[in-house]
């Protein structure tokens, strides 16, 4: 079986961020940043956002996700020596 984001679990159930923090109990920043793979919830967390979708945590690919910067150089001192 393949886990599925948060996020993808939300597209598939046609909730919002504010539904699922509704449904889970949770502060809709919190919830936003977790579905945006910006924050991994607790243990409980999990479970409460599993419930939701009728899985268990396990069943859910949680984690950060990797947003691609600033990686090689300068960034926005373009120009200047380390």
Request: aromatic share 6%; proline share 5%.
């Amino acid at each position: 079986m393949d886990t599925k984001t948060v996020d993808e679990l939300c597209a598939e159930h046609s909730l919002d961020v504010t539904q699922l923090a509704f449904r889970v109990g949770l502060d809709e920043k919190r919830v936003r940043a977790i579905v945006e793979g910006r924050w991994t919830p607790s243990p409980a967390e999990r479970d409460r956002i599993a419930a939701v979708f009728g899985l268990t945590r396990d069943e859910i690919a949680w984690g950060h996700k990797v947003i691609m910067s600033h990686i090689h150089g300068h960034g926005p001192q373009f120009g200047r020596s380390p």
